[in-house]
């Protein structure tokens, strides 16, 4: 290792305060994603600003119409979480599948979205959701968040406190995922809401997670597995990597979608 200056933030002012301070600092909220990178050497950051203990940032709170998730709520607290898993049924799903469950008790909800990964699962259930992103700065709709490969419309010194989830009429997630990762090949996110269905993709496009827009009007018009049963998404700009080649990824999408609104309730 190299040497690095480690703060436990107590406030989220603090940590924004640190943060401003020190340009080459990094937050660090469950430390799976960050600390591997710096372990290799990718990332180097003079200080790390831990926001894990941070109650003002943990937790899950349940409204009439939608339910908030605390920035450094771990994947697990959200599977296990009943209300989550009766009104919005993707999302329990989606939680319960990431990775394994060391994993999935540090990692947080925060640091996924951060991080952006573009084979990671939460940002399907946020695009696919409509989902809203609370930061110490400002909110920002999830479809204005994600922005490319490990990219988002983060600012620098903005830390993302919360995200609010609008509960939908019905919801589903199926994924295809990399045996030995347990990362997304492809991950499909399905909801019918008020304003029609959303659909999103991770796992497939080159440039991170997207919509797929033509489902999204079959199943608008037609909340069905027949409905989209005759769509093929386009092998254009999805990834070909070892693990899978664009047309197999497109391949994928059509039946990743099938199985996630089979499964939505
Ligand atoms: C073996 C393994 C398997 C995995 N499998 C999956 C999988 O199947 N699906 C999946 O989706 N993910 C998977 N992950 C990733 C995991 O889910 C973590 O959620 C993810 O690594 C990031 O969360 P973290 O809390 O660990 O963030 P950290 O590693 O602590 O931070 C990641 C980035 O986010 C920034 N950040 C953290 N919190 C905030 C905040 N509140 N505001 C602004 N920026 C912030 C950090 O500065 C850093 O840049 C896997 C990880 C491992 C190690």
Not at 135 to 164: C, H, P, Y
Not at 178 to 186: E, G, H, I
Request: charged share 20%; net charge positive; glycine share 12%.
């Amino acid at each position: 290792m190299y040497p690095f200056t480690y703060t436990r933030a107590d406030s989220v002012a603090k940590a924004a305060e640190a943060l401003a301070a020190d340009g080459d600092a990094k937050l660090l909220a469950g430390g799976q994603t960050l600390l591997p990178a710096m372990k290799l050497r990718l990332n180097a950051p003079s200080q790390l600003i831990d926001l894990s203990r941070l109650a003002e940032l943990r937790g899950i709170g349940v409204g009439a119409g939608d339910v908030t998730i605390g920035a450094t709520t771990p994947h697990a607290d959200v599977a296990a979480h009943a209300e989550i898993a009766r009104s919005i049924a993707g999302l329990h799903e989606l939680a319960g599948q990431i990775g394994d469950p060391a994993v999935r008790h540090k990692g947080t909800i925060g640091g996924s979205i951060a991080n952006n990964d573009p084979a990671a699962d939460y940002p399907a259930a946020c695009l696919g959701l409509g989902a809203t992103i609370v930061t110490n700065k400002r909110e920002i709709s999830a479809d204005d968040f994600f922005k490319g490969l490990f990219e988002t419309a983060l600012g620098d010194g903005e830390i993302i406190v919360k995200v609010r989830f609008p509960k939908p009429a019905a919801s589903g997630y199926a994924k295809f995922r990399n045996p030995a990762s347990r990362f997304a090949l492809v991950g499909v996110f399905v909801a019918r809401t008020g304003a029609g269905a959303r659909v999103a993709v991770t796992g497939a496009g080159s440039g991170g997670v997207f919509r797929w827009k033509e489902a999204e009007a079959a199943l608008s018009s037609n909340w069905s597995e027949g409905a989209v049963a005759g769509l093929k998404a386009s092998p254009a700009g999805l990834n070909s990597d070892i693990h899978a080649d664009a047309e197999y990824r497109a391949h994928l999408i059509g039946v990743m979608t099938k199985r996630a609104v089979a499964a939505a309730k």
